[in-house]
């Protein structure tokens, strides 16, 4: 992908967030205890490495724009919801792919 059409792509995917979630390019954030287990949030963090390592740019709990939801991990360069879940009914994950603004790839979260 050339620079030009990362430009584009970062740009349409910032377009659909909260304007107060826009500054906070590739920074690791949590929602903290007891909403977020330590578990949960190493997996996030195993998730932003590997996409820095691919050149690739996130925003961490991504608030999206029209109350759409909050994203664990939104790559902004392929514009992906990465979702870490441990125990979230299918029915659940569902409902927040039909409710996010871009796909969404679920990433399971072990004991």
Known sequence: ???KTQI??????LSTLDKCYNKDI???????????????YMKKAEICKNLLNDNHSFVTEAKFKNNLGRADVYDITDNI???????????????????????LKVVYCED
Do not use: F, Q
């Open 26 to 40: 590739d920074c690791l954030k949590g929602s903290g205890l007891p909403a977020e287990s330590d578990k949960h």
């Open 1 to 3: 992908m050339n620079l």
């Open 81 to 103: 919801i990465y979702e870490v879940v441990k125990s979230e009914k299918e029915e659940s994950l569902w409902k927040k792919s039909l409710k996010y603004p871009v796909d």
């Open 8 to 13: 584009v792509n970062r740009t349409k995917a």
